[in-house]
């Protein structure tokens, strides 16, 4: 009797020890998983823009052998495609979902509302002593800050607004074109007449739904901004312009003449079509990457001087979630993404061996008579089978300039977008951010009238002698005075300040 009572409190001692370990397991008692220098490693949760990869899993399991030994961070990455983004970061941000990283622009995810309405973690003071904060421009930086106080990593690539014009160079060949003396709408037109006369196979300005006519200002709120060199800082509406009304007259001319597609106002871009010019936002070398998605070479020239604006240099920021538990971590990653070469590449290109190769150039003198080929060690050549696998848009990772160039590139491509750069003038509103809450809902009303009359006025589809009064009609109806009038104050006093 005694022995089964001895086997009865050891039993129950047991079973106390287990609820012990089970109660401590449920409170966190798990190991932390660490790195050989036995730091824990955090997983950081990223959201991008753009569709999933197939290959995206085992590229990231290679990064995350990589950083997880460099600073004890391993990466889940999240996507949304390009038409969805938008939509889906407001419920991840307004739902409080678990997320550390996101991608963040001017035009996508709003990078400025975001900051606003404390979605972003304010990293002023994490950054300040980061590798990256001294290299990237302190443009890029400027245009970060969002009263003040910075709350976006943006990566660094061209700063300014560069729309260009982009011909297709076999007939730009065939008729001796001088397309460097091309820059205005209006320079177009005798080219535009002669593809029309002796191409008529081709489509002599082609455009689709997403095109908007040169527009020569900062739209700050569109259609509401400041007249690029206007020193003044005279706010205006952009239909209301003389620039503006010119150029739907000549869209107009252009579209009865039989130089635009029919359909230009609802089409998306379909690269079967045959076209000698388009429109497209510029950067150097963009004629490159153009071709390449085209299948056949192009050239391009500039339309207007390239400017600097809010917007421009806010194309691509990566913002941290102001709810993370590892902001530490958040800046430390980002910051290795934007100055360790072998991580942006991996990033950018995907795993060297399977995805790409460095890329051989034919040997000079010396390499010859080593017996050897020469390799250029910042050049890559695409696998074309694989590469499909894993392609995803560079700027939304981080800065380029640590990117290896394509083989096809020049060499020297990223100084000459620093150039580029230097070189880009800044518009007289950059820095300045127009405050919404004052008339939040009028100008949550310009996008159904611009939905309803911008694309037809944009493509010459409609005639604008009668319907751009209509357009002004319905602004004047949503209250485009009150926020002419609510930004005019707003940015007198930041002029003020400066």
């Known amino acids: 009797m005694m022995k089964f009572k001895m086997i009865k409190r050891f039993a129950a001692a047991g079973l106390a020890v287990v609820m012990t370990a089970g109660l401590l397991a449920g409170c966190g008692g798990k190991k932390a998983e660490t790195n050989s220098s036995g730091d824990e490693i955090v997983e950081l949760t990223w959201w991008q823009i753009g569709d999933a990869q197939k290959d995206q899993d085992q590229v990231i399991e290679k990064v995350n052998e990589y950083i997880e030994e460099k600073i004890g961070v391993k990466l889940k990455i999240n996507t949304a495609g390009w038409g969805d983004y ?219 001087d390239t400017y600097v604006t809010n917007i421009s240099a806010r194309g691509a920021l990566t913002a941290i979630n102001a709810q993370t538990k590892h902001p530490e971590k958040a800046v430390e990653f980002l910051n290795l993404v934007n100055t360790d070469e072998y991580l942006r590449n991996l990033l950018n290109y995907g795993i060297e061996g399977e995805h790409w190769d460095k890329a051989e150039v034919p040997a000079d003198e010396a390499a010859k008579a080593e017996g050897k080929p020469y390799v250029y060690e910042n050049k890559v050549k695409l696998n074309e089978e694989t590469r499909k696998n894993y392609s995803v848009s560079y700027w939304v990772q981080g800065g380029l300039f640590n990117t290896y160039v394509l083989e096809n590139e020049p060499v020297d491509k990223w100084a000459t977008f620093k150039e580029f750069n230097d070189s880009s003038v800044e518009a007289p509103s950059f820095g300045f951010d127009f405050d919404l809450e004052p008339v939040s809902t009028e100008v949550a009303g310009f996008g159904n009238v611009m939905d309803e009359f911008g694309k037809s006025l944009y493509t010459g589809s409609v005639d604008p002698e009668e319907y751009l009064p209509k357009l002004q009609e319905k602004l004047e109806a949503t209250g485009i005075d009150k926020v002419i009038e609510e930004m005019q104050k707003q940015i007198d006093e930041w002029k003020a300040s400066k």
């Open 86 to 304: 938008d939509q889906k970061m407001q419920v991840v941000i307004n739902t409080g979902d678990d997320w550390d990283l996101c991608f963040t622009c001017s035009w996508a995810n709003n990078y400025l509302q975001n900051a606003n309405k404390g979605a972003f973690l304010q990293i002023d003071d994490y950054i300040k002593d980061t590798e990256m904060y001294k290299n990237i421009d302190g443009r890029f930086w400027e245009a970060a800050k969002v009263q003040g106080k910075t709350y976006g990593v943006p990566s660094e690539k061209e700063i300014g607004s560069m729309p260009m014009w982009v011909f297709t160079k076999e007939y730009v060949d065939k008729y001796e074109i001088p397309v460097d003396e091309i820059h205005s709408l209006e320079d177009l037109e005798p080219w535009l007449k002669l593809i029309k006369e002796k191409e008529p196979d081709v489509v002599p300005m082609y455009l689709t739904s997403s095109y908007s006519a040169p527009i020569y200002m900062d739209l700050i709120q569109n259609p509401v901004g400041i007249e690029y060199g206007d020193d003044t800082l005279t706010v205006k509406n952009v239909f209301e312009t003389e620039k503006m009304k010119s150029t739907l007259e000549t869209m107009r001319k252009y579209y009865l003449a039989g130089y635009i597609n029919k359909d230009a106002a609802t089409a998306s871009d379909d690269k079967s079509v045959k076209r000698f010019v388009t429109k497209g936002d510029g950067q150097p070398y963009a004629e490159l990457v153009w071709g390449k998605d085209l299948g056949y070479e192009v050239v391009a020239t500039p339309i207007m």
